[in-house]
């Protein structure tokens, strides 16, 4: 089965800074999909970032990139410039590339932007 | 495009009545639909997956007589709490994907729909 797991429950950062959510997870598959979802106040699941396991290349949308690091099995969110709207919980997921595709998230990171 | 629509957005019901919520894809066929509950501050968690005229297969812990799901077409699938109790409170999301061969089945999310039982 695998598993995601994000350490950090709550996250502050300033608006126009940068910030690096964390996320790890286990998993026997070689081919798979990561996500970062964003819920904010209003509960909207919104999708942030994809990666495809097989690209070495790290994903961007924007301000938005990640580190993913397949050895590692880490996956990390980097938001740039971060603005007020950014304020929401973030969820990593998890889901196999064969097979029946579900999502498996993490527990969230609810991050904070302030002034 | 991919929008998923639910409503009610939110439903207050008394203790013992059974609620519906429908989820409905609005501009695609969805071959595949997710119901997910959510408690304050927690994570999303998986309750049942359905497939458009099949039964749903729920996951462990899931009481499949207490939840309901009916995917009768390819648009819409409906939950229904079942005899509800305070207990059953909570926030309940649907998702749904097509089925693409060799690819991702990108799932897309409802705005939720809240449940309060009095």
């Known amino acids: 089965a695998q598993t995601v797991t994000q350490s950090q429950p709550e996250m502050s950062v300033q608006e126009a800074e940068t910030v690096t959510l964390s996320c790890t997870y286990d998993?026997?598959?070689?081919?798979?999909?990561l996500f970062w979802y964003k819920q904010p106040p209003s509960r909207q699941m919104i999708l942030v970032i994809r990666q495809e396991a097989y690209k070495q290349q790290n994903a961007t949308e924007n301000r938005f990139s990640v580190n993913f690091q397949k050895a590692a099995k880490s996956f990390s969110l980097k938001i740039s410039d971060s603005q007020l709207g950014d304020t929401a919980m973030y969820f990593c997921?998890?889901?196999?590339?064969?097979?029946?595709?579900?999502?498996?998230f993490g527990t969230g990171t609810r991050l904070l932007v302030s002034p | 495009g991919a929008v998923v629509s639910q409503h009610p957005s939110w439903v207050i019901c008394k203790s013992g009545t059974s609620v519906k919520i429908e989820c409905r894809s609005l501009d695609f066929q969805a071959t595949t639909m997710f119901w997910y509950r959510q408690f304050p501050k927690q994570s999303l968690m998986l309750m049942a997956t359905?497939?458009?005229?099949?039964?749903?297969?729920?996951e462990q812990g899931v009481e499949k007589d207490k939840f309901l799901i009916n995917h009768a077409s390819l648009t819409l699938s409906t939950l229904t709490v079942t005899s509800a109790h305070p207990e059953d409170s909570s926030f309940y999301i649907c998702s749904a994907s097509w089925f693409r061969r060799g690819g991702l089945n990108e799932q897309f999310f409802g705005p939720g729909t809240r449940l309060t039982v009095l």
């Open positions: 359905s497939n458009e005229g099949s039964k749903a297969t729920y």
């Open positions: 997921a998890f889901m196999k590339s064969t097979g029946f595709q579900k999502l498996v």
């Open positions: 998993t026997s598959e070689n081919n798979y999909y």
